[in-house]
Structures are given as C-alpha cells and as structure tokens.
C-alpha cells in the first residue's frame, strides 16, 4: 500500500501543496483523485473537469502551440474551429499568444510549462491538479515561473493541488502544505502559509516564510 489515513478537504480557489519523502505515494494521491488508480475510500469532485500537468510536459514537438492546446477540445468533439478559438484564449492568457503558430521545440521550458499549463485548462477547469511541473527547470527559471504560476493562479481563481519536493516551492506557492511521512504515506500535519496571494520575490526575505520553511526542514529531520 503506497497511501493510507489521508483525509483532506481542499477549499475552492485554495492551492495545496503535497511534500514528502521521495517515493512516499505523492503522486499517487493525485492518481487517486484522477482515478487511475484503484483505491478505498472515497474522493469528492465537485467540478466537472480536471486540469492535469505530468512531471513531464507530454506536449507534442511536431504541433504548433495552438494545436497542443487545442487538442484536449479536439478529443471531447470539438471542431476544430472552436478548439483553436479557445486554444487561441488561453494562449494569451499565458502571453504566449506571439507564438501560437510557432512548433513546440522552438520554446524553453519555462514556455513549455506556461504551455502546458494552457492546455491543462482549456477545457474551462478550474482545478488543477500538478505534479512537480518546475522538476525539470533551472533554479533562476523555476523562480520565474513559481511567481507566474502565483500570480496566473491568483488572477484565473483556479484551486489546485501540487506535489512538490521543494520545501521552499511548497511555501511559496500554497496556502497550505500537506506534509507525508515515508511509505506507506500518511498525513503527519497540514501547515497554513501565512503570507498574502500572489507570491513576490520579496516574500523570501519574509520572516513568516524563512520560519515556516524552517519549521518543516525540523519536523522532517526529526521523523
């Protein structure tokens, strides 16, 4: 059993941050709530559809930007028209409208994952479930996006759940950490981040977050 004892409730336009050791059933969790994988007990959606960002981007190099995110529209049976009218949409509402004709493998990855984050949402959710979308960034770009992803987040009122193992990522972007002890994952304490939305560069000079960052790096070492 990867997970047991996890029982959360997640408040509309709230975002939740998942931290816990490698390998502990974080991804699992958001599995569960996708349903791909078997489970007990119970999840409770209360929306229609969920956004999704893999560890990996998933994105198509040989379609341009538009179609990547259009696609998800063109599966539900969309014409094509429509689709790329909405794709258009969110393009812009990740400022990447400029490059909507232009072939995926032109961008970087800090475009792939505003990118992916488009096609995530395109379908109208405003749950979004992500699993360590900065992994495979840089430190200076992963703090570029985290502050876009706070804002995009903020502004578009999307709840979302994240796994990360970035003690300072979890801080930064939630409004609460979910913390996990090892396997089998189980739900050790749930720490309010007190600090106001959307999260700037200069809340890392924060006292409230240097603490709480802190806080968890002690609660970790000791268990």
């Given at each position: 059993?990867?997970?047991?004892?996890?029982?959360?409730?997640?408040?509309?336009?709230?975002?939740?941050?998942?931290?816990?050791?490698?390998?502990?059933?974080?991804t699992t969790v958001?599995?569960?709530?996708?349903?791909?994988?078997?489970?007990?007990?119970k999840v409770q959606?209360?929306?229609?559809?969920?956004?999704?960002?893999?560890?990996?981007?998933?994105?198509?190099?040989?379609?341009?930007?538009?179609?990547?995110?259009?696609?998800?529209?063109?599966?539900?049976?969309?014409?094509?028209?429509?689709?790329?009218?909405?794709?258009?949409?969110?393009?812009?509402?990740?400022?990447?409208?400029?490059?909507?004709?232009?072939?995926?493998?032109?961008?970087?990855?800090?475009?792939?994952?505003?990118?992916?984050?488009?096609?995530?949402?395109?379908?109208?959710?405003?749950?979004?479930?992500?699993?360590?979308?900065?992994?495979?960034?840089?430190?200076?770009?992963?703090?570029?996006?985290?502050?876009?992803?706070?804002?995009?987040?903020?502004?578009?009122?999307?709840?979302?759940?994240?796994?990360?193992?970035?003690?300072?990522?979890?801080?930064?972007?939630?409004?609460?950490?979910?913390?996990?002890?090892?396997?089998?994952?189980?739900?050790v304490q749930i720490?309010?981040?007190?600090?106001?939305?959307?999260?700037?560069?200069?809340?890392?000079?924060?006292?409230?977050?240097?603490?709480?960052?802190?806080?968890?790096?002690?609660?970790?070492?000791?268990?």
């Amino acid at each position: 059993m990867a997970v047991e004892k996890i029982d959360l409730v997640v408040e509309k336009d709230e975002v939740i941050a998942i931290l816990g050791p490698s390998g502990c059933g974080k991804t699992t969790v958001l599995k569960a709530i996708l349903g791909l994988v078997p489970y007990m007990g119970k999840v409770q959606i209360f929306c229609e559809d969920l956004g999704y960002i893999p560890q990996t981007d998933s994105l198509f190099d040989w379609l341009n930007c538009l179609d990547n995110v259009a696609l998800p529209l063109l599966l539900k049976g969309f014409s094509k028209k429509v689709a790329r009218q909405r794709a258009g949409n969110y393009l812009e509402k990740v400022g990447l409208e400029e490059w909507a004709h232009r072939p995926v493998y032109q961008l970087s990855g800090g475009m792939r994952q505003r990118l992916s984050l488009a096609r995530a949402l395109v379908s109208g959710s405003k749950f979004l479930l992500a699993d360590e979308p900065f992994i495979s960034l840089d430190a200076q770009n992963r703090r570029k996006l985290q502050i876009y992803f706070s804002e995009f987040l903020e502004k578009e009122k999307i709840t979302t759940i994240f796994v990360t193992h970035s003690v300072e990522e979890a801080v930064f972007l939630a409004d609460r950490v979910v913390l996990l002890s090892s396997r089998p994952a189980k739900l050790v304490q749930i720490l309010p981040v007190q600090l106001p939305k959307p999260r700037r560069v200069e809340h890392l000079s924060d006292p409230k977050y240097q603490t709480l960052v802190a806080t968890i790096y002690e609660r970790i070492f000791q268990r």
